[in-house]
Nanobody, 126 residues
């Protein structure tokens, strides 16, 4: 059974930092695209960042570019999201996601991903 388990969320003051982790199990994703999305109540899930299978290519939403960094450790089957200079508008549940296909591409649409974690809450106070 494939599982993606996020950790590292919490409460932080504006300007602070958090690092999210996503541990995958049940299969390896070393040849698959992975990404992070976030969602607030009443809104659609929003793309945050994506990374190609080898970590060579990354892409960020404009709202987080230059503040967030996505990375992966394929040896550990783990995805990361380093979040710096956090703002109250970053408050959301953050989801890790992975594609089932073997590809060197990355994707920014939620429909392109096959596996999702349960989410971890990030709350940024002003």
């Amino acid at each position: 059974q494939v599982q993606l388990v996020e950790s590292g969320g919490g409460l932080v003051q504006a300007g602070g930092s958090l690092k999210l982790s996503c541990a995958a199990s049940g299969r390896t994703f070393s040849r698959s695209a992975m990404g992070w999305f976030r969602q607030v109540p009443g809104k659609e899930r929003e793309f945050v960042a994506a990374i190609s299978s080898r970590g060579v290519n990354t892409y960020y939403a404009a709202s987080v570019k230059d503040r967030f960094t996505i990375s992966r450790d394929n040896a550990k089957n783990t995805l990361y999201l380093q979040m710096n200079n956090l703002k109250p508008e970053d408050t959301a549940v953050y989801y890790c996601t992975a594609d089932a296909r073997e590809t060197r591409m990355y994707y920014i649409a939620a429909d392109d991903y096959d596996y999702w974690g349960q989410g971890t809450q990030v709350t940024v106070s002003s």
